[in-house]
C-alpha cells in the first residue's frame, strides 16, 4: 500500500538555506562519482590493474544509468527527507568500511563496495531533483540548475583531486576517513530538509505498471531515435574518458600531480565550460552550440594524441586535460538542451529521466570499449579512433537533425538562430 508523505513540517526556508541544502546534497553526489571515476581507475593502474580490468568500474556505474527503474518508488513511497538520511548515513558507514580494505582486497568485495557507492548516489539525485522541483520556485529553476551542475562538480574536485592528493602524501585508510568526515559535514548541513506537499496525489500502481509506463515512453515518437543520437554524439568522448587517468599514471606522471590534472583543473575547466555551453545555446541556438561544442570537444582530445606520441611534454597534458574539461562540458549542456526540447511537456520528468540514462549507458559502453581497445592497441591508436569518432559523430548528428528531427516539437528549437 501506497505510503503518504508527511505533511510540511519544517518552517520555510529561505534562499540562502534552500542554496546551502541544495548545494550540500548535490556536492555529496558528486564527492564519490568523483573518487570513482577520476582517482580509482590511477590507483588501480599503478596497483597493476589491467585497463580492460579498470574499464570494469563503468558497469559499477550501472546504477545512473538505471535509476528510472525505481525513481517511482523513491518519489511516492515515503518522505524525501527519510531517504536523503537514509543514503547520506550509507555513505558515510560506506566510506568507513572502504578505509579498512585496500586495493589488494579480493576484487568483487571492492567492486561490491563500489556498486553500492553508485546505488546510493544515485537514487540520492532521484529525492534531491524531486526536492528542487517542489522546493524552488518556477522563475528561480535556472539559479537550482546551476547549483546542481557546480555543486556536482565541486564534489568532483574533492573526490577526484583533493583526496587522491591526500593519498599521496598519506594511505588508503586516511583517505576513505577524509572522505567519510567530509560527507558527514554535507549531511549535517542538509540534514534536516523540509517536505513540500505533492502537488497532487498519484494513483497507485504496482512495479509491473511502472515498468509498462516507462517502456510506453520510451517508443513514442523520436524517443528511439534521440536515444541513438545521443549515443552517437558521446561515443567518442566518453571512449577515451576511462583512459586519461591511467594513462597519465602510466608516463609516469605522479598522483599528486594528476590530483591537480583531473580533479582541479579539468573540473574547473568544466564550470568554465558549462557557463559558455549555456549562453551558446540560448543566444546562438541548439543548432550552433551543439555544432561548436562538438567539434570543440573532438580538436580537445586530439592533444591526448600528441601527448602519447610524447609531444609537447606537460605543457601538451595541461592543454589538454583543460580543452576537455572545457569543451566537454559545453558539449554537454548543448546536448541536455536539446533533449529537454525532445521530452513531451505532459510527461517532461519521464522523457527526461530516460534521455539523461541514456548517456550514462553510452558512457558506461564506450569506456569499457575503451579499455580495451587501449590493451589491444596502446593509447596514441585508441586516441585518435576517440577523436576521429568525436568530430565524425557530431557531424552525424547535425545532419540527422538537419534533415529529419525526431519529433516536429524540436523542429522550432532546433531552427532557431
Keep these: ?56 568500474l563503468q558497469f559499477l556505474a550501472l546504477p545512473w544509468a538505471l535509476k528510472f527503474l525505481w525513481a517511482p518508488v523513491l518519489d511516492h513511497h515515503g518522505s524525501r527527507r527519510t531517504w536523503l538520511r537514509v543514503f547520506q548515513s550509507g555513505a558515510c558507514v560506506l566510506a568507513i568500511i572502504l578505509s579498512l580494505m585496500d586495493l589488494s582486497t579480493a576484487a568483487w568485495a571492492l567492486f561490491a563496495a563500489v556498486l553500492l557507492f553508485n546505488l546510493m548516489a544515485a537514487s540520492q539525485d532521484v529525492v534531491t531533483d524531486g526536492l528542487a522541483v517542489r522546493m524552488v520556485p518556477v522563475q528561480e529553476r535556472g539559479l537550482a540548475n546551476g547549483l546542481q551542475i557546480g ?26 576517513l577524509a572522505m567519510a568526515a567530509m560527507l558527514a559535514l554535507l549531511a549535517a548541513l542538509a540534514w534536516n530538509p523540509p517536505e513540500p506537499p505533492p502537488a497532487r496525489t498519484p494513483p497507485p500502481a504496482t512495479g509491473l505498471r511502472l515498468g509498462w509506463a516507462w517502456w510506453h515512453r520510451l517508443r513514442s515518437p523520436g524517443m528511439l531515435t534521440m536515444a541513438a543520437l545521443i549515443v552517437v554524439y558521446r561515443l567518442g568522448d566518453q571512449l577515451l574518458g576511462s583512459l586519461t587517468g591511467p594513462f597519465l599514471r602510466d608516463i609516469g606522471v605522479d598522483k599528486a600531480s594528476i590530483a591537480m590534472l583531473r580533479g582541479v583543473i579539468g573540473s574547473g575547466a568544466s564550470l568554465a565550460g558549462a557557463l559558455l555551453g549555456g549562453w551558446l545555446a540560448f543566444q546562438l541556438g541548439r543548432r550552433a552550440a551543439l555544432l561548436i561544442g562538438g567539434l570543440a570537444q573532438a580538436a580537445g582530445l586530439g592533444l591526448y594524441i600528441a601527448a602519447a606520441l610524447s609531444w609537447g611534454g606537460m605543457p601538451a597534458l595541461w592543454a589538454a586535460t583543460a580543452l576537455e574539461g572545457f569543451f566537454g562540458t559545453m558539449a554537454t549542456v548543448a546536448l541536455y538542451t536539446l533533449m529537454m526540447d525532445a521530452t513531451d511537456p505532459d510527461h ?20 569499457l570499449l575503451g579499455g580495451v581497445m587501449g590493451d589491444a592497441w596502446g593509447y596514441a591508436p585508441t586516441f585518435t579512433i576517440a577523436t576521429l569518432l568525436a568530430a565524425a559523430g557530431t557531424l552525424v548528428v547535425i545532419h540527422w537533425l538537419d534533415t529529419r528531427p525526431p519529433h516536429p516539437r524540436m523542429m522550432q528549437a532546433w531552427r532557431r538562430a
Excluded at 556536482?152 to 599521496?168: C, E, K, P, T
Design 348 to 367: 517532461a520528468g519521464t522523457d527526461f529521466t530516460i534521455l539523461a540514462c541514456m548517456t550514462s549507458v553510452a558512457s558506461g559502453l564506450a569506456n
Design 151 to 176: 555543486g556536482f562538480r565541486v564534489g568532483m574536485i574533492l573526490g577526484g583531486g583533493a583526496l587522491l592528493w591526500l593519498f599521496a602524501r598519506t594511505d588508503w585508510s586516511t583517505m576513505f
Design 1 to 56: 500500500m501506497r505510503t503518504a508523505p508527511p505533511p510540511l513540517t519544517a518552517a520555510p526556508m529561505s534562499r540562502g538555506q534552500q542554496l546551502q541544502l541544495l548545494g550540500a546534497l548535490y556536492v555529496a553526489q558528486g564527492l564519490p562519482f568523483g573518487f570513482f571515476t577520476v582517482a580509482l581507475p590511477v590507483l588501480m593502474r599503478d596497483a597493476g590493474w589491467s585497463l580492460t580490468a579498470i574499464s570494469f
